[in-house]
Nanobody, 119 residues
Framework: QVQLVESGGGLVQPGGSLRLSCAAS????????MGWYRQAPGKEREWVAL???????GYKDSVKDRFTISRDLAKNTVYLQMNSLKPEDTAVYYC?????????????WGQGTLVTVSS
């Protein structure tokens, strides 16, 4: 079994910052692409950012220049640094990873962490 556990969500004022973390654990041979998604109330889940095993990254247009995705291969952890937060960034943020595990190749999702941007 492979698990992803997110942390770092919370309540922040507009213009503030938060750093989300997502740690993978279990029978992992290697972590490949890892990404962050979010789902706002009443909306569909949407992609936010992606980072490859080699460190290449991509972002949703609305978060470019505000969010930064990074990873620590040694810790099997991916991060999302979120700056200049806006109320429209309010959502449950989910981590996703493509994993090579003992049982084969898996797509694994975390349970989500709530980010609320409000004054």
């Amino acid at each position: 079994q492979v698990q992803l556990v997110e942390s770092g969500g919370g309540l922040v004022q507009p213009g503030g910052s938060l750093r989300l973390s997502c740690a993978a654990s279990g029978s992992i041979l290697s972590l490949n692409d890892m990404g962050w998604y979010r789902q706002a109330p009443g909306k569909e889940r949407e992609w936010v950012a992606l980072i490859t095993r080699t460190g290449n990254s991509g972002y949703k247009d609305s978060v470019k220049d505000r969010f930064t995705i990074s990873r620590d291969l040694a810790k099997n952890t991916v991060y999302l640094q979120m700056n200049s937060l806006k109320p429209e960034d309010t959502a449950v943020y989910y981590c996703r990873a493509n994993v090579a595990a003992m049982t084969g190749y898996l797509e694994v999702w975390g349970q989500g962490t709530l980010v609320t941007v409000s004054s």
